[in-house]
């Protein structure tokens, strides 16, 4: 117990200072920040959810102490207890019923059903609202005061302008204003995937990751998830800061039927011989130009309403008999 209470220290005491070196405004420090629940995530998987929970507790106490309550509670709330959640859901499994068997044999050993990889992609998308959300509302408590108190922060980074283009210049920064919180969303998305991704491959190569390697290709959401994100896309026609949550729902839901439909893209492409190609090529073509992205939601959202990947494993031909 002495030894897992040190590593959730030290876990804490990184993830803390990740966390604020975001004041010093070094651009490296900007990575630093949003890699701050890595930390507390490989405390979480190696040694357990209670290792996050003391490291978490930890650094968002001597956040508080050291800069005040407002970063105690942004701390506990987008790093400290996500990294907990997801940890814990990662780890999170249950023994299943086998066959019985046969007389005089030693018994099987339990089979293992893990959380499925689809649902924590689901909690996922919803701490990434639920960060996202909570930051907006230290701006303001309507839509017109987080807008405006955006557009002035932009226009404070961008500086003093020309009078001859200041017209162009807040057009463009009015548009900004209203694209910054769905693009806020798809950042936390992203990086709480990789944060989780990380952490699960710094504990599985540290041998303490204590389950097997997920199929990432087989993650599919729940069928509901069309629903909620159905309801959603209907309430950002409403106005006001209603229709302001529900894009940043949108498109964290959004984001995870992306990934689903690189799942999908790495499903399909299994009988090709230049398969590395294909897909090296997918993602270059995503990160470097970003609106490709729009192909793979609309492949993740057709696979969860045809599914396809279900109808490409039962045409498969069955495996050759071992020999």
């Not at 689901?122 to 907006?136: C, D, E, N, S």
């Not at 399909?268 to 997918?282: E, G, V, Y």
């Amino acid at each position: 117990m002495i030894a897992i209470i040190l590593i959730a220290l030290a876990a804490g005491t990184a993830s803390a200072l990740m966390f604020a070196s975001i004041i010093s405004g070094a651009l490296i420090s900007l990575v630093l920040f949003y890699l701050a629940p890595l930390p507390l995530m490989v405390a979480a998987m190696g040694w357990g959810p209670i290792a996050a929970t003391i490291g978490g507790i930890a650094a968002a106490s001597g956040l508080g102490a050291i800069f005040g309550l407002p970063y105690c509670v942004a701390f506990a709330l987008t790093v400290a207890l996500p990294a907990w959640w997801l940890g814990h859901l990662a780890l999170l499994g249950r023994p299943v019923s086998g066959t019985t068997p046969a007389t005089g044999s030693a018994p099987a050993a339990p089979t293992m059903e893990w959380y499925p990889v689809g649902r924590i992609l689901l909690w996922i998308a919803g701490f990434a609202a639920l960060t996202t959300i909570a930051a907006l509302l230290t701006l303001g408590t309507d839509a017109e005061t987080i807008t405006g108190t955006l557009r002035r922060g932009l226009l404070r980074i961008l500086g003093p302008r020309d009078p001859a283009s200041s017209g162009d210049i807040e057009r463009w920064v009015a548009a900004l204003a209203v694209i910054a919180p769905p693009a806020a969303a798809i950042v936390a998305m992203m990086t709480f995937t990789l944060n989780l991704w990380l952490a699960a491959k710094i504990t599985a190569t540290s041998g303490r990751l204590h389950r097997p390697w997920p199929v990432l290709r087989a993650a599919e959401l729940p069928p509901m998830t069309l629903v909620v994100l159905s309801l959603a896309l209907a309430i950002c026609f409403v106005g006001g800061i209603a229709a302001m949550f529900a894009q940043i729902a949108t498109t964290a839901l959004m984001m995870a039927y992306a990934f689903t439909g690189f799942a999908v893209l790495h499903t399909l492409t299994l009988a090709l011989k230049s398969r590395a190609i294909w897909l090296s090529c997918t993602y270059a073509i995503v990160v470097v130009f970003g609106w490709p992205v729009l192909a793979m939601i609309a492949l993740g959202l057709a696979d969860a309403v045809f599914g396809f990947r279900e109808r490409y494993q039962r045409g498969k031909p069955p495996p050759l008999p071992a020999s």
